[in-house]
């Protein structure tokens, strides 16, 4: 698995200008159940999961996880992942084992947002480094079902686009937070044991492209990434022109962030629009999962938490976490329980 990570890393990386990925119509069977969502009360985000799993039965592509924050509407509306039998044996409840909630450290001074502010010019000044299409990141999924526990599904994704538009991506089974211990996968729809490091996809696409969010380069300025972000977590039947709500803004930022890995220019265009966002504030400092150290910017809608860390000299996001802050017992999961994780890397 290292092998095929240092490989895909030294991928020829594609220029901040060139092709995108296209993104074809949905069959009819898609939009009606699409159709359906919309008129829901639930958040935005199970319609675009929906979507990333809609297209992905298409095209017969997995494509980038979406962060499953499955939100807690009326009647406790859970998306909820078909979760099978999970093997035995004696690692399995290490395999099982959520998270735990990231530990903030409460001795630290909170750095306020407009600080970051600062810091991020600073750091975007010298221009470096600069955007590149492709992803490298991290995530801990919570699948749950009425009848099983809920099980926690890690993988690490490497995208690399090459000059000729086309692009790679492979999918490991991995957790770093226990080297060597087996771990789930969601392979072939059924949650299952795998080793760690299991490889459960490899693939190469052809060269495709699209003038539409992700896929569309993202701008450096703050006036036009909020147009961008806007455009990416509002479909067009809706999207009003009402400022982006914290929580919308937060989703849209992790679908740009399993795309591209910014520069500091549009990382500090970024850290603009955090900085105007109701309701998120600074909490102190937390050591993310891949052991770097972070700020902490937490929002709370009242059913999940959200909580954003930034690199604390350069404002780029290292991940998000979400917390139920509600208990769902249905499904067995309490309040403060980890809900989804992502870590992004360059």
């Known amino acids: 698995m290292a092998d095929e990570l240092e490989l895909l890393r030294g991928a020829d990386p594609v220029p901040a200008d060139g092709p995108h990925l296209a993104d074809g119509p949905l069959d009819a069977r ?27 039965t298409r095209t017969g592509r997995r494509g980038p996880r979406a962060r499953p924050v499955w939100g807690l509407a009326a009647g406790v ?9 999970v093997l035995g044996g004696p690692d399995t409840r290490l395999a099982v084992a959520a998270p735990r909630p990231l530990t903030v450290q409460a001795r ?20 470096e480094p600069a955007l590149r299409k492709g992803t490298h990141a991290q995530s801990w999924s919570l699948g749950m079902s009425d009848d099983k526990p809920p ?9 690399r686009w090459r000059a000729d538009a086309s692009h790679t991506e492979l999918v490991v089974a991995t957790d770093p937070r226990r080297p060597g211990r087996p771990v789930l996968s969601d392979e072939g729809d059924t949650p299952h044991e795998v080793a760690d490091g299991h490889v459960v996809s490899r693939t190469t696409y052809p060269p495709m492209w699209s003038d ?27 999207r009003g022109t009402a400022p982006l709500r914290t929580g919308e803004l937060l989703d849209a930022t992790a679908e740009l962030l399993d795309n591209w890995t910014l520069g500091a220019r549009e990382s500090a265009a970024l850290v603009r629009l ?3 966002a109701d309701g998120l504030r600074p909490a102190g400092d937390v050591t993310d999962r891949l052991g770097r150290r972070g700020h902490a910017y937490v929002y709370d809608d009242g059913r999940v938490r ?14 998000m976490e979400d917390t139920f802050a509600v208990a769902v ?14 870590a992004w890397m360059r």
């Open 108 to 127: 630290a001074t909170p750095v306020p947002l407009r600080d970051m502010v600062a810091l991020a010019d600073a750091a975007a000044a010298a221009g």
């Open 30 to 56: 898609a939009e009606e159940a699409l159709r359906r969502l919309l008129h829901e009360d639930t958040p935005r985000r199970r319609t675009r999961l929906l979507r990333t799993r809609l297209l992905a």
């Open 274 to 276: 955090f900085a105007g």
């Open 306 to 319: 959200h909580m954003l860390i930034l690199e604390p000299r350069t404002g780029t996001v290292l991940g």
């Open 151 to 159: 099980v926690v599904l890690p993988e690490e994704r490497v995208v």
């Open 212 to 238: 539409a969010p992700p896929q569309a380069t993202p701008p450096h300025t703050a006036a036009a990434l909020r147009a961008y972000l806007t455009e990416l977590a509002r479909p067009q039947a809706d």
């Open 77 to 85: 509306a859970v998306l909820a992942v078909a979760v099978g039998a």
């Open 329 to 342: 017992p249905a499904y067995g999961v309490k309040a403060g329980d980890v809900m989804g994780y992502s």
